[in-house]
């Protein structure tokens, strides 16, 4: 009896503990991807009554290491750099942001493949959620103040490079899964779901998401490691399926249209899943056919987006100036930098105009806690990376997350937003998993017993 009660116990805390997590990445990507301090100040009271609650369970298992030392080096840097930055104020949010940054990744670490999953479905799941938000304001049917700005869709997040990467994201989740489900019904469900993501992001019209994108869907299609035959069909069935959905949405006023289109191209996603491998092949062919033959790129939005890909865009020109403004920042402060968010201070010192951000993170972290916290993330990041490449287990998917931030991150904002970076560290946690490694660290938090 006692042993029942126990399983049941253990049942009804799994259920709350793995509703809570999906919960979490639903409720912050509703809210502008936790980007305003109020928003990632409770996030991170969360994040950290969370990790306490991991840690103290698995408090034997817990190591001391380069990659955690230089991590919390990192978020140390960014707290005394309230003590003699140019903007204090700005500082003390920003390290207030920063410190949960070593708790996220300690929970990554330490969490189970069943924490995982959850996590990964908390992503795919809000990830939807957002993209049909985003569409829905896009057609007129749902309007959401901030989701579409100049026929872009940037719904909740309310900036639509971000967006892109967070639907590329649950689109690398997918896949993960699609990879290895055998149940197809399951395989339904990813379908709509890489379908509903793929939509999303292409309508972002985010042309350094889009070229991401489609090099890491060359990649996946390529590798013989990653995806199956069958499905390497499916996705690039999807692929075809979304482009040409998008640029008929993107051609088609009116509500009633744009939901008849958005329906034809859900049912199409899953229909094949029911007749077989053969009728995706056909159906690709016929994608293809339709896509050449029906899409008049000339009058089309996405199209003008494609041919304006390029360094000599006006919006390129600009970052340009801010990344020199920036290393004449770094070069006048180069140890410590000038404090976070010194640059929004500076920046019109430095780069004749106004802009919050440098839009490249490295640089950013370079201007805001100089060449010492550069050189400590860095060392963070290496040494997961090496870690990664000594892991017995590895899982390539997780991998993909994390350099597909940190690629974006070279030209835009993205870890500016809480639940990005939140991401970002987690997955990092993730694949310097323990159960993955032959070695072992000598250094440990917890006491021997005996």
């Not at 924490?115 to 057609?139: E, F, P």
């Not at 106004?354 to 100089?370: A, E, I, S, W």
């Not at 916290?373 to 892991?391: H, K």
Request: hydrophobic residues 50%; positive net charge; proline residues 1%.
């Amino acid at each position: 009896m006692v042993a029942k009660t126990n399983g049941q116990n253990s049942r009804i805390k799994t259920c709350i503990e793995k509703t809570a997590v999906i919960l979490f990445f639903i409720i912050a990507s509703i809210f502008q991807g936790l980007y305003f301090f109020h928003q990632y100040l409770i996030a991170n009271i969360v994040i950290m009554i969370y990790a306490g609650y991991i840690i103290y369970q698995k408090r034997d298992k817990l190591f001391l290491n380069r990659t955690v030392i230089s991590l919390f080096v990192f978020s140390v840097l960014y707290i005394v750099s309230v003590l003699y930055g140019v903007n204090k104020e700005g500082a003390l949010r920003e390290a207030l942001r920063v410190i949960a940054f070593t708790p996220v990744f300690m929970i990554g670490s330490l969490c189970h493949n069943h924490h995982k999953q959850w996590i990964d479905k908390g992503i795919i799941i809000s990830g939807v959620i957002v993209s049909l938000l985003g569409l829905m304001a896009l057609s007129g049917i749902f309007p959401i103040e901030g989701a579409v700005f100049d026929e872009r869709v940037q719904s909740t997040f309310h900036y639509a490079n971000t967006a892109a990467v967070y639907f590329m994201i649950g689109i690398i989740l997918c896949l993960k899964y699609l990879s290895q489900v055998r149940s197809g019904e399951w395989r339904v469900v990813l379908n709509l779901c890489i379908y509903i993501l793929t939509c999303g992001l292409v309508l972002t019209y985010s042309r350094g998401m889009w070229i991401i994108f489609s090099l890491f869907s060359l990649f996946i299609l390529l590798s013989g490691r990653l995806l199956d035959k069958d499905s390497k069909i499916r996705y690039l069935f999807l692929l075809a399926l979304s482009a040409i959905v998008s640029l008929f949405l993107v051609s088609n006023s009116g509500e009633i249209r744009f939901t008849v289109v958005l329906l034809i191209g859900a049912i199409t996603a899953i229909l094949p899943e029911y007749l077989g491998m053969p009728f995706y092949m056909n159906s690709l062919k016929v994608l293809m056919v339709i896509g050449l033959a029906a899409i008049n790129l000339v009058r089309n939005p996405v199209y003008s987006r494609i041919t304006d890909i390029g360094f000599d865009v006006t919006e390129w020109a600009a970052r340009m100036a801010y990344y020199k403004g920036a290393l004449r920042l770094i070069a006048d402060y180069p140890l410590f930098g000038a404090g976070a968010m010194g640059w929004t201070v500076l920046c019109e010192q430095y780069a004749a105009d106004y802009v919050k951000y440098v839009h490249n993170y490295f640089l950013q972290v370079l201007t805001d806690v100089g060449l010492t916290g550069f050189a400590s993330l860095m060392v963070f990041i290496i040494s997961t990376l090496v870690r990664f490449a000594r892991a017995k287990q590895k899982d390539w998917y997780y991998l993909i997350v994390i350099l597909t931030i940190l690629s974006h991150s070279l030209i835009d904002v993205d870890m500016h937003f809480q639940l990005i970076s939140i991401i970002f560290f987690l997955y990092c946690g993730m694949i310097c998993d323990r159960g993955r490694f032959e070695t072992t660290e000598k250094v440990r938090f917890s006491r021997k017993k005996g």
